[in-house]
């Protein structure tokens, strides 16, 4: 079988992000026979309807990443109770204009770092609610959702937290196992 390419979407901009650390540990924990680069949000602007049939090339550049990859895994902080904006634009931008949904039947999972306690567990089920609207098969457990992040990284951004680690090692292989069994779908 072919070597799967995984896109992971760093849903924070900020510099520091645990979510992009996260998304970096599972760069390293990636099983053999795929690949997880990492794309982000900088630059694509706020999502405006009348540009949509022309749209900035920060977002040409990001729907055909997508649309390249085999499988998403979207590494979110939670603001705000939800999911941050910059985040939701980039999916919106994805799904247009009209008939271009670069995100449909594209198999994704979920994982999130935060300083609270709550790991962004509400931002995953608000972007769940999305991926849902937009037709892609999810990963439904393992859940990643990584609580107190400060405590989990090593002054080098290391994930040094192994059971965490185990947890992001289990998600990707159900990934890639989610990634096989819709790609049999879609060709049988």
């Known amino acids: 079988m072919a070597r799967l390419e995984i896109l992971g979407i760093v849903g924070s901009l900020r510099a520091g992000s645990y979510n992009r650390m996260a998304l970096q540990a599972a760069q390293e924990l990636m099983p053999d026979g795929a690949t997880l680069s990492l794309a982000e949000l900088h630059g694509i602007p706020v999502?405006?309807?009348?540009?949509?049939?022309?749209?900035p090339a920060a977002v040409v550049e990001f729907k055909e990443r997508v649309l390249a990859a085999d499988g998403i895994l979207f590494g979110t902080p939670e603001y705000n109770y939800s999911v941050p904006g910059v985040l939701k634009n980039a999916i919106d931008w994805g799904t247009r204009p009209p008939g271009s949904n670069v995100w449909q039947g594209k198999p994704?999972?979920?994982?999130?770092?935060?300083?609270?306690?709550?790991?962004?567990a509400r931002a995953q089920y608000h972007l769940r609610q999305i991926l849902v609207a937009l037709n892609m098969p999810v990963v439904?457990?393992?859940?990643?959702?990584?609580?107190n992040a400060a405590q989990?990284?090593?002054p080098d951004g290391r994930l040094s937290d192994e059971p965490t680690r185990q947890r992001i090692a289990s998600l990707l292989d159900t990934l890639l196992r989610l990634i096989r069994v819709t790609s049999k779908e879609y060709t049988s």
């Open 152 to 154: 989990r990284f090593d």
């Open 108 to 120: 994704a999972a979920i994982m999130g770092a935060s300083i609270g306690n709550l790991g962004s």
């Open 140 to 147: 439904i457990q393992p859940e990643v959702m990584i609580a």
């Open 47 to 55: 999502f405006n309807q009348e540009n949509e049939h022309d749209p």
